[in-house]
């Protein structure tokens, strides 16, 4: 059964992806989402081959790693979850910027199995109405431990925000802060507040119960409830709690019923006092699909976002997580995460993640010339895609040549050695093949591309003033 031949998928190919969705699923659940994120988000199914389940990786990296430390577990989850199975094959494949992109992992965050929790009321807590059963334990996840505001690193973009959190969570329901309304990007610390807000209050008031969840949860649990007709207890429950949190609103957007159900719970707490947190990914007057009242009443507290990130904050929440890290994470490593993955605060620690876990792993210090080897994946994800055009006009203009100089054959030093610096340039800073490079130069041959880089490298390395020429080119691309 081949895969890719076809433009239909097989008839299970469905069944086939639910399956692997599960597998997912169980293993997030398994090893807890940090090392998921780190180590098994990026697996892709490649599709089943007989017995074998085929699953691709980025780089060999990735796929040794995942193939040392849970290959057996993976292979059991996939004999047990899919009918006919009994070994997975792990490959090597490349991935676009496309096949990763943001809403593939946005979905996979909104979406994972027992993410929402349910801080437990604590015991002295009052006990709920007769008509209700106490809190039910698959609802009881814990706080990640790590989200809390010690952690947080505060900057302009997310001041604000973490201003706002503080104060309610030092004074919860307080006029003006209710509901607290937090909206930003993905990875750019909405659920990390949301969490240090609970932690705090359960610290300085145990007796509040403190409900989290994200908004999908709030709807699965719903929907279960209507199906089971017990709306009731999924009301009376809810309505129980001091404290209600949901994360990720935007997932209620164009559910009808959840929504309703959302809002009257939502106006029956905020009537009895309690405090509500929302996060979303947009402020509410630009979530679209939400009816107006509800708009209103989101509206109705404080709205904070977090803000893009600066450098400056990607550093300082660098310098403060390789602080933790128990390796020694060189500064200018650090600057150039920082450069590099300017989008989201996930990323940039997850590839921090992975550079310590290979030094610790190989037990090699961590230096400039790691950082491509270990992180090529996510940085040609966060690629500033500079083009080879840009090179080519970028380099004309500083050794002061015509831009067609590029493309012609004229072989005099004084065009040929800039042409072969753009040839070089474009092979570091794009991820083109040597031949695609060729092409652009004129139709010329990847082996005068490969001797192009050869001579800059060998160039560089015994002259300092041409390396720092070429270096300083290098850093005005990239900017
Ligand atoms: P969101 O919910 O907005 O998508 P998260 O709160 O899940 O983002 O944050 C993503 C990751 O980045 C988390 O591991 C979080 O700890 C980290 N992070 C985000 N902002 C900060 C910050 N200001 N300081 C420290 N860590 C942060
Ligand atoms: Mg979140």
Not at 200 to 213: F, G, N, T
Not at 250 to 267: C, P, V
């Amino acid at each position: 059964m081949d895969q890719d031949s076809g433009e239909l998928p097989p008839p299970n190919a469905g069944k086939t992806a639910a399956s692997w969705a599960r597998v997912r699923a169980r293993l997030r659940q398994e090893v807890g989402d940090v090392e998921y994120r780190n180590w098994l988000r990026q697996m892709t199914l490649g599709g089943v081959d007989g017995e074998a389940v085929l699953i691709s990786l980025p780089t060999r990296f990735l796929r040794d790693w995942v193939r040392d430390h849970y290959g057996d577990r993976l292979r059991l989850m996939c004999q047990a979850e899919m009918a006919g199975i009994r070994t997975v094959e792990l490959r090597v494949q490349a991935v676009g910027v496309a096949a990763r992109a943001p809403v593939e992992s946005e979905a996979e965050d909104a979406a994972p199995l027992g993410e929402s929790l349910m801080v437990a009321p604590a015991p002295a807590a009052p006990p709920m109405t007769a008509a209700s059963e106490p809190v039910r334990n698959d609802w009881l996840v814990p706080l990640d431990q790590r989200f809390t505001f010690d952690t947080f690193v505060v900057g302009k973009p997310n001041e604000f925000a973490h201003a706002c959190a503080r104060r309610v969570a030092e004074s919860p329901a307080q006029a003006g802060f209710n509901p607290l309304f937090l909206y930003g990007g993905v990875g750019l610390g909405k659920t990390h507040l949301m969490h240090s807000i609970a932690w705090s209050l359960r610290e300085q008031e145990p007796d509040l119960s403190v409900a989290y969840m994200s908004a999908e949860k709030f709807m699965y649990r719903f929907i279960a409830a209507l199906r089971s007709h017990n709306t009731m207890e999924f009301k009376t429950q809810l309505r129980s709690v001091h404290v209600l949190m949901v994360d990720d609103l935007q997932f209620l957007i164009g559910k009808d019923n959840t929504q309703e159900e959302f809002f009257h719970t939502f106006n029956a707490l905020i009537d009895a006092g309690k405090q509500i947190i929302i996060s979303a990914d947009k402020a509410p007057n630009d979530l679209s699909g939400i009816e107006d009242r509800l708009r209103t009443r989101l509206s109705g507290g404080i709205v904070a976002d977090l803000h893009a990130t600066t450098y400056e904050l990607r550093l300082s929440i660098l310098q403060a997580k390789a602080h933790n890290s128990g390796v020694e994470v060189p500064a200018r490593v650090q600057e150039l995460l920082a450069r590099k993955i300017a989008s989201n605060v996930r990323d940039l620690e997850g590839a921090l993640n992975r550079l310590v876990a290979h030094a610790k792993l190989f037990g090699r210090p961590i230096t400039l010339d790691t950082v491509p080897e270990v992180l090529s994946d996510i940085l040609r994800a966060h690629d500033k895609r500079l083009s080879i055009d840009d090179i080519q006009r970028k380099v004309a203009e500083h050794y002061n040549i015509r831009l067609t100089e590029m493309a012609s054959a004229r072989r005099a030093r004084a065009v040929a050695r800039p042409r072969q610096v753009a040839m070089y340039l474009a092979k570091q800073l794009t991820s083109r093949s040597l031949p695609e490079i060729g092409r652009r130069f004129g139709n010329r041959d990847h082996t005068t591309v490969l001797h192009a880089v050869n001579k800059i490298t060998e160039l560089m390395a015994g002259d300092p003033s041409f390396a720092e020429d070429v270096t300083l080119l290098r850093k005005m691309l990239e900017m």
